[in-house]
C-alpha cells in the first residue's frame, strides 16, 4: 500500500524558509508522478506543485511561483519542498500525494493517495 510521510514542518519567521520532505513507499516511486497540497485554517485543500517522474517538469500554483520548489530524489524515494520568503499566507498543514491532483480536491479523491501532513505555521 501507498505509504507517504511528511516531515520538515515548524514555527518561521516571514522570509524564512523550510525544506519539507516525504518518504514515499509501498509503490514504483521512480515512475511516479507526485504533488504537494497545502489547506490552510478553515480553507479548503489546494495543489501547491507537482513535478513529474524524473523531475523535468514541473509546476506552482501562483501564489507560490518564484518562492517554492519542488524537487524529487528517486534513488531515496524522497520527495522534497522548498519554501523560501515566506508569508503568513503560507500558514498551513502541508501534504504529498501520488500522481497528479486537481487544483482544488475534494479529500475524498486523495484516499490511500496522500500522508499526515506536516505543519508549517509563518508569524512575527
Known amino acids: 500500500e501507498v505509504r507517504l510521510v511528511e516531515s520538515g514542518g515548524g514555527l518561521v519567521q516571514p522570509g524564512g524558509s523550510l525544506r519539507l520532505s516525504c518518504a514515499a513507499s509501498g509503490f514504483t516511486f521512480s515512475t511516479s508522478a507526485m504533488s504537494w497540497l497545502r489547506q490552510a485554517p478553515g480553507k479548503g485543500l489546494e495543489r501547491v506543485s507537482d513535478i513529474n517522474m524524473d523531475g523535468s517538469i514541473t509546476s506552482y500554483t501562483d501564489s507560490v511561483l518564484g518562492r517554492f520548489t519542488i524537487s524529487r530524489d528517486n534513488a531515496e524515494n524522497a520527495l522534497y519542498l522548498h519554501l523560501n520568503n515566506l508569508k503568513p499566507e503560507d500558514t498551513a498543514m502541508y501534504y504529498c500525494?501520488?500522481?497528479?491532483?486537481?487544483?482544488?480536491?475534494?479529500?475524498?479523491?486523495?484516499?490511500?493517495?496522500w500522508g499526515q501532513g506536516t505543519q508549517v505555521t509563518v508569524a512575527s
Open positions: 500525494a501520488k500522481g497528479w491532483v486537481a487544483e482544488s480536491p475534494d479529500p475524498s479523491e486523495l484516499t490511500g493517495l
